[in-house]
Structures are given as C-alpha cells and as structure tokens.
C-alpha cells in the first residue's frame, strides 16, 4: 500500500495561486503507475481534476484546462498541482490519489480556500 502526504493548501485571494505537493511512500515506489489530484466542495462529489502517469502523460478536467499544471518528479515519488487564478469554486479539500499494483489509495487531503 501507499502511503499519500498532501501539503500546500491554504487561504488566498481569487486570482492567486497555490501549488500543493503530494509525497508517496511505500516498501516499493516502482509499481506506482497513475497518481492524480482529485477534490470535494462541501455537499458536492469528489471529482478528478489532473491525473498524470509515470510516462508524463496527462488528463486535465474541463474546469481546470488553462489554470492547473500537474506535474510529477518519479525520482522523489512526488507529484505537484500548481493552480493558478483561483477562483471562489475552487474552494475545496484537494485529495492526492495513486495507483500500484492495481490498488488504489487516497491521501488525508489539503484544504483549499479561496477569497472573493
């Protein structure tokens, strides 16, 4: 299993910009395939916002295209979501998300508040 440490959340004004961090551990971080950003606003769903696999393919949601660049560094297991021009929507707990070895697993999440 893997284990997910989310850091970088915090309060800022709209049109500000955060960039959270996602460290992964585990006996072996070679078998990490896909790891992704996902986020949930109070009485919402979860929904995916980036994924990025080891080969540096992307996937961004629709909301999230021109703003968000998630990016990862495989050598310190770490992948990174720079967001910039936040918006009041973009209220919400971020969660780090990572597939090894066809098991998924979920980090403690990282809120995010953004100020009209």
């Known amino acids: 299993q893997v284990q997910l440490v989310e850091s970088g959340g915090g309060l800022v004004q709209a049109g500000g910009s955060l960039r959270l961090s996602c460290a992964a551990s585990?006996?072996?971080?070679?078998?990490?395939?896909?790891m992704a950003w996902y986020r949930q606003a109070p009485g919402k769903q979860r929904e995916l916002v980036a994924a990025?696999?080891?080969?540096?393919?992307?996937r961004y949601a629709d909301f999230a295209k021109g703003r968000f660049t998630i990016s990862r560094d495989n050598a310190k297991n770490t992948v990174y979501l720079q967001t910039n021009s936040l918006k009041p929507e973009d209220t919400a707990v971020y969660y780090c998300?990572?597939?090894?070895?066809?098991?998924?697993?979920w980090g403690q999440g990282t809120q995010v508040t953004v100020s009209s």
């Open positions: 585990a006996r072996s971080t070679l078998s990490i395939n896909t």
């Open positions: 998300y990572a597939i090894s070895s066809g098991t998924s697993s």
């Open positions: 990025i696999t080891t080969g540096g393919s992307t």
